[in-house]
């Protein structure tokens, strides 16, 4: 798949949306996509077509059955495409946190000491102790 804009477009329209998400559940053919949905044959072939020129899936034929599946490297593309999104999101994350963060030598520097523990102010319904008076 070279063009991830066909197969964006591809997913865009519902019912192909539907049909995709059918075979990623399980190899199907024609007929049986189109008994399960609320279009004609034809138009489940159009679907089909327009999915496997996009390079999403494939179809083997027995006999008179055209069965259709998920094409494992027109999808591996496409999610590679979106991945790279992924990989930008968590860069810029990293690189915004590390922004914020103190600068600690790595060759054994000692990092700060938490601030000192304070002591609790005194409940004033307990009685002063002999040198809080």
């Avoid at 034809?42 to 020129?53: F, M, T």
């Avoid at 059955?65 to 998920?70: D, F, Q, T």
Wanted: hydrophobic letters at 40%.
């Amino acid at each position: 798949m070279a063009n991830h804009s066909v197969a964006f477009a591809a997913l865009a329209d519902p019912m192909r949306r539907e049909i995709f998400e059918r075979l990623a559940r399980a190899p199907r053919a024609v007929g049986e996509l189109a008994r399960e949905l609320p279009v004609s044959r034809p138009a489940v072939s159009q679907h089909l077509k327009v999915l496997k020129d996009a390079g999403l899936v494939v179809h083997q034929t027995h006999g008179t059955r055209n069965v259709y599946e998920i094409d494992p490297n027109g999808l591996g593309a496409l999610r590679a495409c979106l991945d790279q999104f992924w990989a930008e999101a968590l860069e810029s994350f990293k690189a915004e946190v590390e922004k914020d963060e103190p600068a600690y030598p790595s060759h054994g520097g000692a990092q700060p000491s938490a601030a000192p523990a304070q002591t609790p102010p005194r409940n004033p319904q307990q009685p002063k102790k002999e040198k809080d008076k």
